[in-house]
């Protein structure tokens, strides 16, 4: 996606939430449990906040979380770190220099994408949680955000934290399971060490062998971004191996969690 238009959406999503989550902030969140609405403002603030210093100093900030954060009303701490980020996102071009936990991706770029993809995921949390019509994922967010999910948290974490996968992984026959929505679809191969993730957008996968697929996931790009959030919505179509299935949701869940 676009620079831009990341920033458009991220710019939706953070008023959806910041709206909806001040109606209740009592109210337990499903999809994240053991918090509340307000355990979810303040998380997200503190993300906003943490990437708003990091761009500022260039490094990580020490110590974190900093002195008095605990003292703030939850969402005035979330539209005061909301501000913070906006201003660095304002006062740096996508391509200038950033740290980042990813190192391919060491760009305010990284971060635009991270926080668009983090505000639509904790925004369909609160609206759950408030018992509010789910507003509509688009369908370029929902497609960056399956393959920042696959390709970012999935492949990069199983490669850099190797220990949190091997339970699952150990016991893998190797697996073969495919995504896909409308102009994108995904590839991904686990092996007892190792996941693989191909990616091809308005087209097959070249070495993609049916054959050899053990499942696949099929939908609507925002149906499957919920799926493999575990964020609920609407029915994706899921067949062949449920064993493969369940490895993948458990693979997901180690990158994520």
């Known amino acids: 996606m676009e620079d831009a238009r990341l920033l458009d959406t991220f710019a939706a999503d953070y008023a959806r939430l910041r709206d909806v989550a001040a109606r209740d902030l ?5 999809t994240c449990p053991g918090w509340t ?7 997200v603030a ?10 500022r100093l260039g490094h990580w900030p020490e110590p974190w979380p900093p002195a ?30 950033a740290l980042t936990w ?4 060491q760009t305010v770029r990284f971060w ?8 639509v995921i904790h925004r369909v949390d609160a609206e ?14 929902a497609v960056d955000g399956i393959d920042e999910l696959l390709q970012v948290f999935l492949l990069y974490d199983e490669e850099a934290w190797d220990e949190e ?46 054959t050899h697929i053990d499942a696949t996931i099929t939908g609507p790009p925002a149906a499957v971004f919920r799926r493999l959030w575990n964020r609920g919505g609407d029915p994706v179509t899921e067949s062949g191996d449920q064993a493969a299935l369940t490895e993948l949701r458990a693979l997901l869940t180690a990158a994520t969690q």
Not at 46 to 55: C, D, G, P
């Open 165 to 210: 996968f091997a339970p699952v992984l150990a016991k893998s026959p190797g697996h073969q399971v495919a995504v896909r929505v409308p102009g994108a679809e995904w590839l991904i191969e686990t092996e007892p060490e190792a996941v693989a993730v191909t990616t091809a957008f308005g087209a097959a996968i070249e070495h993609l062998d049916e």
């Open 46 to 55: 503190q993300v906003y906040l943490h990437k708003a210093e990091t761009m």
């Open 112 to 119: 635009i994408r991270r926080m668009a993809q983090e505000t």
């Open 68 to 97: 008095g954060l605990g003292d703030e009303e939850s969402i005035a701490l979330l539209v005061r770190s909301h501000d913070e980020l906006i201003a660095q996102f304002a006062a740096h071009e996508p391509t200038d220099p």
């Open 26 to 30: 009592a109210a337990a969140v499903p």
């Open 102 to 105: 990813h190192p391919p991706e």
């Open 128 to 141: 759950l949680a408030l018992g509010e019509p789910v507003t509509p994922i688009p369908d370029d967010l």
């Open 37 to 43: 609405v307000a355990d979810l403002v303040r998380h």
